[in-house]
């Protein structure tokens, strides 16, 4: 009976063992490279939720963040909320003071978010759907008049959360 318990013993502790050290059979050397290509385009949300007068520098990041993402292959939607909506708002888009480092130099915040959007509303290359502004902190702080950048839709903000694979929060 002794045999037999420790030979029970043995084997369990044997097993518990292997499983234990599974992983170290990964592949540690397999190297993704870091660039999003077309054939694997991802569904990036960046959710900007701070006010451009109060913090301009979290919303060039958010912007520019949304530039080099889209210029490397991944659908990019950028989303406006809480008090990040005043982005959406011409004035405070294109206000003098709000200057943003990006890679090349300097740039407007306007110049950087017509960049992303594909230029300004009217355009041909303008498209509104890269950027969805929270219709419920839109009409908080502006009420029924529709926003300058982006558009907003309770349906759209759904669906966009749900397909997210990555969501990047400013």
Same mark, same amino acid.
């Given at each position: 009976?002794?045999?037999?318990?420790?030979?029970?013993?043995?084997?369990?502790?044997?097993?518990? %063992?292997?499983?234990?050290?599974?992983?170290?059979?990964?592949?540690?050397?397999?190297?993704?490279?870091?660039?999003?290509?077309?054939?694997?385009?991802?569904?990036?949300?960046?959710?900007?939720?701070?006010?451009?007068?109060?913090?301009?520098?979290?919303?060039?990041? %958010?912007?520019?963040?949304?530039?080099?993402?889209?210029?490397?292959?991944?659908?990019?939607?950028?989303?406006?909320?809480?008090?990040?909506?005043?982005?959406?708002? *011409?004035?405070?888009?294109?206000?003098?003071?709000?200057?943003?480092?990006?890679?090349?130099?300097?740039?407007?915040?306007?110049?950087?978010? *017509?960049?992303?959007?594909?230029?300004?509303?009217?355009?041909?290359?303008?498209?509104?759907?890269?950027?969805?502004?929270?219709?419920?902190?839109?009409?908080?702080?502006?009420?029924?008049?529709?926003?300058?950048?982006?558009?907003?839709?309770?349906? %759209?903000?759904?669906?966009?959360?749900?397909?997210?694979?990555?969501?990047?929060?400013?």
């Amino acid at each position: 009976m002794y045999k037999k318990l420790k030979s029970a013993l043995t084997l369990i502790f044997g097993i518990a %063992a292997i499983g234990l050290f599974q992983s170290v059979n990964a592949d540690w050397m397999n190297d993704a490279g870091g660039v999003i290509t077309a054939g694997d385009a991802q569904d990036i949300v960046i959710s900007l939720k701070s006010n451009p007068m109060s913090n301009p520098e979290m919303a060039c990041l %958010a912007v520019t963040f949304a530039n080099m993402l889209s210029a490397n292959g991944a659908n990019v939607t950028l989303f406006v909320t809480l008090d990040g909506v005043s982005l959406a708002d *011409e004035s405070v888009a294109s206000s003098r003071r709000f200057k943003c480092d990006i890679p090349s130099g300097e740039i407007s915040l306007k110049e950087n978010l *017509e960049k992303f959007l594909g230029g300004s509303p009217g355009d041909t290359g303008y498209n509104r759907d890269n950027m969805v502004v929270c219709p419920l902190c839109w009409n908080s702080r502006y009420d029924d008049e529709p926003p300058y950048y982006g558009f907003k839709s309770s349906e %759209a903000v759904g669906k966009m959360i749900l397909d997210a694979e990555k969501i990047l929060d400013f």
